[in-house]
């Protein structure tokens, strides 16, 4: 089982760069990187929400080994040609250690702030099947792609991924509408969730791979969950609602709960920095967390 880092969104750039650095030096697999444009309505601005490909760019130029993703970007923030430009100049920066995460998008704050259309969640679905047909046409196989709200005409990237294939990660476990382009068009798969959650929405992944035919162990699995002590849990669920929260008070707790996400299918679980502002504290919690996953030989680095 691996681990990334995924620092908030409002993070510093400083922050941001010492805790990658710091993953690197340590043994954490990758770092991944929000696409939000503002805060969330019911949360107090604490500073500028930094864009997502910007810091990812900068990551890919100052660190040499974790990889590095989008968790994820909104498909209808930019057209998927832009997308796939941005992707694969990353990319190269980064020499091959990128995987395009994208969603369909739920802040509707940002959609309003930035004159874009809401819609429903069907309509962002679709939106969103769209966008992944024309990355993965223009990711793996350049050709021309119409389609009702977005298409490329003989749209060349200005620069070509570094590996022949470059990983597309979809977010989301809604059952009826993400769930079936994870099936059909992600080699990777992102939700937030505890471990029981995590086991069901992967049995309705399976039955989606079945009746395309698809072999579902060709997909990736990653989650996370807000690993915190029990004290933090009603300041974040005043803040972020009905986020998943992993209530932790000693190490063994961490090891345990990794354990139950690996034995549900879980590849990768990827640790929030929402309770972690302070830097000291985040690379304490960090090196606490890398030393609860490899002394018992379950979950490991």
């Not at 990889?67 to 796939?84: F, Q, W």
């Not at 989301?172 to 798969?189: H, R």
Request: aromatic share 6%; net charge negative; charged share 20%.
């Amino acid at each position: 089982m691996r681990f990334a880092l995924w620092p908030h969104p409002e993070d510093a750039w400083s922050v941001v760069r010492a805790s990658a650095l710091h993953a690197e030096a340590t043994g954490w697999h990758g770092v991944y990187i929000a696409d939000h444009l503002l805060p969330l309505d019911e949360c107090l601005p604490r500073a500028a929400v930094h864009e997502c490909w910007t810091i990812l760019a900068g990551l890919a130029a100052c660190t040499r080994r974790v990889r590095l993703g989008s968790l994820v970007t909104c498909a209808a923030y930019r057209l998927p040609a832009v997308i796939a430009n941005m992707a694969t100049t990353v990319d190269q920066i980064s020499a091959g250690r990128l995987v395009l995460g994208v969603g369909s998008g739920w802040q509707e704050n940002e959609f309003r702030a930035y004159g874009l259309d809401f819609g429903t969640a069907a309509q962002r679905a679709d939106r969103l099947e769209e966008a992944c047909r024309i990355l993965v046409d223009l990711l793996r196989r350049p050709r021309t792609v119409d389609g009702r709200d977005y298409s490329a005409h003989d749209a060349p990237l200005t620069a070509p991924a570094v590996k022949t294939r470059l990983p597309l990660l979809i977010g989301g476990a809604g059952p009826t509408l993400t769930l079936p382009l994870v099936a059909k068009y992600a080699d990777e798969w992102n939700m937030w969730g505890l471990p029981q959650h995590c086991r069901t929405a992967g049995q309705l992944l399976a039955q989606h791979c079945d009746r395309l035919g698809r072999d579902i162990t060709t997909i990736t699995r990653s989650a996370q969950a807000v690993v915190a002590h029990p004290s933090d849990h009603s300041a974040l669920a005043s803040c972020y609602g009905n986020i998943p929260f992993l209530p932790v008070e000693q190490p063994q707790d961490i090891t345990n709960a990794m354990g139950a996400y690996a034995d549900a299918g879980v590849d990768e679980f990827i640790v929030p920095t929402l309770t972690l502002s302070d830097l000291p504290e985040r690379l304490d919690f960090m090196d606490m967390f890398r030393q609860a996953v490899t002394e018992t030989g379950r979950p490991s680095l």
